[in-house]
């Protein structure tokens, strides 16, 4: 199946945070908070202005992003657990250097 968001709504895999601290402790499924760190999948064609000009959308699908823990709506498409949400709950996007991608 295929899945297309309307207007400035946007469809975010979140991205699993770490199961261990920096320390090693590792963290049990229980006292884990939900990650506010994703990955767009898919993005509506934006939003329109008072003056009924299309704005589109400042994500696109393969961006990193951060977004408020009670953000969007989970749903499951084909089995898979993701989130709904507008673009203006978004926070920001997660850019990574490109010092770090070279490492990576």
Known sequence: ?????????????RIEAEEKTAGGIIIPDTAKEKPMEG???????G??????????LAVKAGDRILFGKW???????DGEDLLIMKES??????????ELKKAA
């Open 89 to 98: 709950d978004i926070l920001g996007i997660i850019e990574i250097n490109a």
């Open 47 to 56: 939003a329109r202005d008072d003056a009924g000009k299309l704005v589109e």
């Open 1 to 13: 199946m295929h899945f297309r968001p309307l207007h400035d709504r946007v469809l975010v895999r």
């Open 71 to 77: 953000s969007g709506t989970e749903v499951r498409i």
């Open 39 to 45: 990955e767009v999948v898919a993005v509506g064609p």
